[in-house]
């Protein structure tokens, strides 16, 4: 098996055997922390433009079972783990890690404390990282390159392109009556977001990231939702508008992940960069107004600023148990909910899934 190199931007090099797509890639290195649901975090769209080391130390051993794919593809730009296993066992596999990884073009490196690694990155904080199999690279030309890079243009890449209109039924959902419309902003939405709408009786259209508020707010949803997708929040300068329109329109808005920075930057907030971020499917939040607490899935590298909250726009919703971090937002002067976490994730708990029926309960 070729060798491969995995070479941090702080000149950490890290050398381990190569798996997936035979090619090199510079990237964001990041780490989650989940103990199942590879295959989930793959085709997570909010991991494009992010290598992502998988904490737990066995990843395949029950292989690729398509019909989990949270979208269309594989989104991240790599993948690192410690230990391969190549021979899945599992009544629903499909398929081997080694080969989606080849199919989906992502390059990765297997063999590697990650252990270590993820130490590194929660010491010094999040940084760039290069995947190569290049046993004669040059640390003196490789490290300008890693500060250099920077995550720009990922929500274009991974938003549909045109509108789609899906009915109760499709994606694996129930077939149910219809009761409701739903506009769903796609800024790199994952399947089940889709699914847990169309299972409490939505129809669903879902509009792209260049999405004209006006052409939304015309269409007379009953409710619109912004999704989660990838990177900086502040960069989506265009999509921030539209989203301020859609805020002054009085339709019930539930928002998630990006969406949630989204709406909170179009009310004057700012957001910013968390050291390491949060990714995994063990992050305990707690709803201030009943004070309990839910065990969510999250992925994600920025935050909500709390201080740049004015209060009378919008209060916060739940917190992160850990760090106090803002993860939901209630808008006082709108019918607007909004929370940093993934209340659909099939990657892990279920928990707060039911705050999609508090945003049915919003539409009525």
């Not at 230990?83 to 490196?109: A, K, V």
């Not at 300068?237 to 539930?254: D, M, R, T």
Request: glycine share 8%.
């Amino acid at each position: 098996m070729k060798k491969a190199f995995l070479i941090l931007e702080d000149g950490t090099v890290f050398e381990g055997k190569s798996m997936g797509a035979d090619k090199e890639i510079i990237s964001e290195i990041v780490f989650n922390t989940s103990m199942t649901g590879y295959l989930e975090v793959l085709t997570d769209p909010s991991y494009a433009g992010q290598a992502v080391t998988m904490t737990y130390p066995l990843i395949g051993n029950y292989g690729i079972c398509y019909s989990d794919m949270e979208s269309r593809k594989g989104w991240p730009d790599g993948f690192i783990v410690r230990e391969l296993s190549r021979m899945p066992s599992n009544f629903r596999s499909e398929d081997t890690i080694q080969h989606f990884l080849e199919e989906n073009d992502i390059p990765g490196i297997y063999g590697i404390d990650t252990r270590a690694l993820t130490k590194i990155l929660r010491e010094k904080g999040t940084m760039n990282g290069m995947i190569t199999t290049n046993e004669a690279y040059n640390l003196d030309e490789i490290l300008p390159k890693l500060k250099e890079y920077t995550v720009t243009g990922v929500v274009k890449k991974v938003s549909c392109t045109e509108k789609e209109v899906y009915q109760p039924g499709d994606i694996g959902s129930e077939k149910v009556p219809v009761e409701r419309k739903v506009a769903v902003i796609d800024v790199g939405t994952k399947k089940n977001i889709i699914r847990c709408l169309l299972n409490r009786n939505c129809e669903v259209t879902v509009y792209p990231q260049d999405f004209d508020a006006k052409e939304v707010i015309a269409s007379k949803p009953d409710g619109i939702m912004i999704t989660n997708g990838p990177g900086d929040p502040a960069e989506c300068v265009e999509v921030i508008a539209q989203v301020k329109e859609l805020a002054q329109s009085g339709i019930p808005i539930f928002a998630i992940c990006l969406g949630h920075q989204l709406m909170a930057l179009a009310h004057d907030a700012k957001t910013y960069k968390m050291k390491y971020g949060h990714r995994g499917a063990n992050h305990p939040v707690k709803n201030l107004e009943t004070g309990k607490v839910y065990i969510s899935s999250q992925n994600h590298g920025y935050v909500v600023d709390a201080d740049s909250l004015d209060q009378t726009v919008a209060k916060p919703w739940f917190i992160n148990v850990n760090d106090k971090t803002v993860e939901g937002l209630i808008y006082m002067n709108e019918p607007i909910k909004t929370v940093q976490f993934h209340p659909e994730a099939n990657a892990g708990p279920k928990d707060s899934e039911l705050l999609f029926d508090e945003f049915m309960k919003m539409m009525q």
